[in-house]
Each structure stands twice: as C-alpha cells, then as structure tokens.
C-alpha cells in the first residue's frame, strides 16, 4: 500500500525558513517523479515544485522560484521542500504527490497524497 | 506555461441533477488530465485520469471525456455525498497546473 508522510509544518515568522519532508514507502520511490501541492485556507491547489526520480531535474512554480529548493534522498525513501524567505501567502496546506513513474503511465500520475502539513507564516 | 480555465467557479444544483464542469487548457495536452473532489478538511481525491478513465472505487455516475484542450467531468445523478468542491489537473508538462476548482452546493 502507498503511503506518504508529511512533517515539519508549523508557525514561522515572516522571511524565516521551514523544511518539510514526505516520507514514502509502498512503492520504488526512485522510480518516481514527486511533487509538492498546496492549499492556502480557503483556496483552490496550488503545484508548487516536482523532482524527477533521479533527482536530477527539478521543476518550480513562478510564485517560490528562488525561495524554494526540492531535493530527494532515495535511500531513505524520502522527499524534502526547503522553505526560504517566507511569506504570508505561503500559508497553506502542503501536500506531497505522487507524480510521473518510469513506465510514464497515465493510471499512476497523482493518484497518491499524503494527508498534508500545515506551514504558518505570521509574526 | 500551460493555463488551465474551469469553469464554472461555483453552481447549485440539486439531488438527481446532471452537472457538467468544464476545462479548457491554453494549449494541447492531449489526455494528461485529471479530476479530483476535494470536500472540507480532506485530501483530494482523484476520480478521473488520463481524461475518460474512472478511478478505481468512484462511483460510474461521473465521467469524464475530451483530448486536447477541452475537458469535461460529468456527474450523471447527482447524490448527496456528491458535493464538494472539483479540480482538473494537466500533467502534460511543467509546471502542472490546476484549474482554479468548482465548488458544487445544494440547491
């Protein structure tokens, strides 16, 4: 069974740093691309950064490019999003997903979540 | 970057209904799309993929079809767990895109 892990939320205060991590397990991690989502109170989804399976590519939305870094650790199953310069408009809700599979079948792609982790940014 | 346009934003409707909400993308993802319902408090959860095929354990009252730029998402007798609020999802390429959600209430 997939299951992904969500930690590291909380209150920080505005320009502060965050790092949240996802644990995996259920399926080859390394074979998948991953993704991280959010969902500011009362908002629609947001994607907001993907890393491929490697690591070796990663993927930003316009609104954390440059604050933001994803990265991977495959022999610990487990997926990180460092949080820099924070904003009141990063309070959300950040999900992990499960993105694109080696095979790059259309029945995989975001098909798992984690339950979230909620950031708070507020002085 | 691809924009993905849902519409409508908000409908009522009621128990029985037929409700069809729409995406439209700035440019062809052929069927790199998704579906989710998303009620209060909860994880999303994906009813549709690859644009027409149903999820696993999802009731067949919703469906979904298109392929390039228009989409559609149908639910065909609307139930009362029904409402909530829906998104689509293009995963053709980065960044992915959500449409900004339809949130379906109770007439």
């Known amino acids: 069974e997939v299951q992904l892990l969500e930690s590291g939320g909380g209150l920080v205060q505005p320009g502060g740093s965050l790092r949240l991590s996802c644990a995996a397990s259920g399926f080859t991690f390394s074979s998948y691309a991953m993704s991280w989502v959010r969902q500011a109170p009362g908002k629609g989804l947001e994607w907001v950064s993907a890393?491929?399976?490697?690591?070796?590519?990663?993927y930003y939305a316009d609104s954390v490019k440059g604050r933001f870094t994803i990265s991977r650790d495959n022999s610990k199953n487990t997926l990180y999003l460092q949080m820099n310069s924070l904003r009141a408009e990063d309070t959300a809700v950040y999900y992990c997903?499960?993105?694109?599979?080696?095979?790059?079948?259309?029945?995989?792609?975001?098909?798992?979540w984690g339950q979230g982790t909620l950031v708070t940014v507020s002085s | 970057d691809i924009q993905m346009t849902q519409s409508p934003s908000a409908m009522s409707a009621s128990v029985g209904d037929r409700v069809t909400i729409t995406c439209r993308a700035s440019?062809?993802?052929?069927?790199?799309l998704a579906w989710f319902q998303q009620k209060p408090g909860k994880v999303p959860k994906r009813l549709i993929y690859?644009?027409?095929s149903l999820q696993s354990g999802v009731p067949s009252r919703f469906s979904g079809s298109g392929s390039g730029t228009e989409f559609t998402l149908t639910i065909s007798s609307l139930q009362p767990e029904d409402f909530a609020t829906y998104y689509c999802?293009?995963?053709?390429?980065?960044?992915?895109?959500f449409g900004q959600g339809t949130k379906l209430e109770i007439k």
């Open positions: 690859a644009a027409s």
């Open positions: 999802l293009q995963h053709n390429s980065y960044p992915r895109t």
């Open positions: 440019q062809g993802i052929s069927n790199y």
């Open positions: 997903a499960k993105d694109q599979g080696i095979a790059a079948r259309l029945a995989e792609y975001f098909q798992h």
């Open positions: 890393i491929s399976g490697s690591g070796g590519s990663t």
